[in-house]
């Protein structure tokens, strides 16, 4: 099964339900509850970074028998240091996403810490993408 | 203790799942700062204690499995909170103190801390 879902930049009043569409079908789907949870914690991080640093972006979930892959393609600035928004409080975030209870660089470290794999593809003045994948069993 | 009793010691009133008020409160953990609640593990019998009340406190309870959200220093609750948390069967109480008072009553009567 593959669904995509579109995310517009600065919209944070629809910031997470796409997390929480995910969330649902994978109940819904019998997945063990700690996947599930794992799952959209990096999902929701990563829906957040969009709506918080990109333009806009576009969500694909590739739901197979044994994982999920989920690839987050923005358009955006990009990350001039990948290694460096890793580390823990690192974060470019404005006042405004610091308001809503995020940007204090703990986005792309929850998002590793909660995914099987994770890979980033990110250009400056273009955009970024990630694509994380968990296994089921 | 169960988040009714939660509420009375704070003097707070359970602003929207009254239903779920019987929910026993095994520890809690205080913040505004939604990502360090992305990273608790299990959040079983958890109740978050916050200052910041906006649609993404929801959402992030939603994502972590949190169904109990205490409110503190008075902020609004809005319409669209309310009607997310009830899709999700959560309870929120609101307080009128602040998070070091509350957190002190809680404490004090013996809830610990998630860490």
């Known amino acids: 099964m593959d669904f995509t879902y579109h995310v517009e930049g600065g919209d944070f009043t629809n910031a997470g339900s796409t997390s929480s569409e995910v969330k649902r079908m994978l109940k819904k789907l019998g997945v063990s509850p700690d996947i599930v949870k794992r799952t959209v914690v990096a999902l929701y991080e990563a829906e957040v970074n969009i709506v918080a640093h990109a333009y806009r972006g576009d969500i694909n979930v590739d739901l197979e028998e044994d994982k999920i892959r989920i690839v987050l393609a923005d358009e955006g600035p990009g990350i001039p240091n990948v290694d460096w928004a890793m580390q823990k409080g690192n974060s470019t975030a404005s006042p405004k996403v610091r308001e809503m209870g995020f940007g204090a660089g703990m986005g792309l470290p929850n998002i590793k810490n909660n995914s099987d794999e994770l890979h980033i593809e990110t250009e400056v003045g273009k955009g970024t993408t990630i694509e994380f994948v968990n296994y089921f069993n | ?115």
């Open chain 2, 1 to 115: 203790m169960t988040i009714e009793e939660v509420a009375a010691l704070v003097q707070g009133e359970i602003v929207c799942g009254d239903s779920f008020k019987n929910r026993e409160v095994a520890y809690v953990f205080a913040s505004d700062l939604m990502s360090d609640v992305l990273t608790i593990r299990d959040t079983s019998n958890l109740l978050l204690m916050t200052g910041l009340s906006n649609l993404q406190s929801i959402r992030t309870c939603e994502m972590s499995d949190i169904e109990m959200i205490l409110v503190v220093r008075d902020k609004a609750v809005t319409d669209e909170m309310l009607e997310l948390a009830e899709d999700n069967d959560m309870i929120i109480v609101k307080t009128k103190y602040s998070m070091y008072k509350t957190a002190g009553i809680l404490y004090g009567a013996g809830i610990p801390a998630i860490y």
